[in-house]
């Protein structure tokens, strides 16, 4: 996962039904919506907005802030049992739940 909280892959990608298109910009709230809803109830993953004076619009985007990482295998809900570590020197993040790796 980027610092958006874009997928940059997931178990689901190594489908072989899956094309470029349906592996294009890929977030996680629309992959792992227990996770995803878990992180922003922990104020790590916020929606934000800010205005295009351009089209004269509010866009809005996500921005993950997890300066240290989060393990809930043992300790999360039933629904959202993982772990997300921050990737050193760059701006993604690993993550596994329960016993494999689901995004990354």
Not at 24 to 40: G, Y
Not at 58 to 73: D, Q, R, S, T
């Amino acid at each position: 996962m980027d610092n958006a909280g874009f997928l940059i892959m997931h178990d689901d990608f190594l489908q072989p039904k899956i094309t470029a298109k349906t592996l294009e910009l890929i977030h996680i709230t629309q992959k792992e919506r227990n996770v995803a809803t878990d992180l922003i109830a922990d104020g790590l993953l916020r929606r934000k907005e800010c205005q295009n004076l351009e089209k004269i619009k509010n866009n809005v985007f996500w921005e993950v802030k997890m300066p240290v990482g989060v393990n809930k295998l043992n300790s999360g809900s039933y629904c959202a049992k993982y772990q997300i570590e921050p990737v050193a020197g760059s701006n993604a993040y690993v993550g596994k739940m329960e016993n494999s790796i689901v995004f990354l």
